[in-house]
């Protein structure tokens, strides 16, 4: 059992930058593609970025372009995502996703993702 703790939520201001962490208890972490969804009140669970278990490659939503970057630390058992230029509609509950997946077409569905986090909060002001 893959256990997902995220960290790094809370209020930003627009223009803002945050930096979301998210730690895995398993041994195998490096085994497994992470991804990063987010949900808005209302709305369906969405993908923003993935990042492949090596770390070559990494996958992002238009709305992530260009503002996020996701990267990961084997050695620590953990994945990042670092949010730049934040915007009140990235407003969400972020998660953290463990999965199997190598190309971009499926690395961005939530289907393919086995294990998730608790979620944390990001909320950016006017």
């Known amino acids: 059992q893959v256990q997902l703790v995220e960290s790094g939520g809370g209020l930003v201001q627009a223009g803002g930058s945050l930096r979301l962490s998210c730690a895995a208890s398993?041994?195998?972490?490096?085994?497994?593609?992470m991804g990063w969804f987010r949900q808005a009140p209302g709305k369906e669970r969405e993908f923003v970025a993935a990042?492949?278990?090596?770390?070559?490659?990494?996958y992002y939503a238009d709305s992530a372009k260009d503002r996020f970057t996701i990267s990961r630390d084997n050695a620590k058992n953990t994945v990042y995502l670092q949010m730049n230029s934040l915007k009140p509609e990235d407003t969400a509950v972020y998660y953290c996703?463990?999965?199997?997946?190598?190309?971009?077409?499926?690395?961005?569905?939530?289907?393919?993702?086995?294990?998730w986090g608790q979620g944390t909060q990001v909320t950016v002001s006017e």
């Open positions: 996703a463990a999965g199997m997946c190598i190309f971009e077409s499926t690395c961005s569905v939530v289907e393919r993702y086995g294990y």
């Open positions: 398993e041994r195998t972490f490096s085994s497994r593609t």
């Open positions: 990042i492949r278990r090596s770390g070559d490659r990494s």
